[in-house]
């Protein structure tokens, strides 16, 4: 099986940064891409980045571009989501998503459905 455990998560003046973290686990963790979507209270889960696990191309949403970085190490199985320039409209509930699938142009995997494990997710709240 996979787990996926997200860290990072927290209270923040807006303006402010946070970096989530997101550690794969288990015998079968061997991911083509990975993702982090969100949601807020009341709204639908969106995409908010992708990354190739092989190549760490990126590909961001553009309410969060030029301020959100994607990043991984390969080697610890954990991926990283720097977040800048924080806005109250980013408070939401973060989630990691790993797809196994094969994977072609990153920017084509955007939904939920792309991806097959999730993690339980971490709490953002950016007050202004």
């Known amino acids: 099986q996979v787990q996926l455990a997200e860290s990072g998560g927290g209270l923040v003046q807006a303006g402010g940064s946070l970096r989530l973290s997101c550690a794969g686990s288990g015998r079968t963790f061997n991911p083509t891409a990975m993702a982090w979507f969100r949601q807020a209270p009341g709204k639908e889960r969106e995409f908010v980045a992708s990354?190739?696990?092989?190549?760490?191309?990126?590909y961001y949403a553009d309410s969060v571009k030029g301020r959100f970085t994607f990043s991984r190490d390969v080697a610890k199985n954990t991926v990283y989501l720097q977040m800048n320039s924080l806005k109250p409209d980013d408070t939401a509930v973060y989630y990691c998503?790993?797809?196994?699938?094969?994977?072609?142009?990153?920017?084509?995997?955007?939904?939920?459905?792309?991806?097959?494990?999730w993690g339980q997710g971490t709490q953002v709240t950016v007050f202004a």
């Open positions: 990354i190739r696990w092989s190549g760490s191309m990126t």
């Open positions: 998503a790993a797809r196994q699938n094969i994977v072609w142009s990153i920017n084509l995997y955007q939904h939920a459905y792309d991806y097959d494990y």
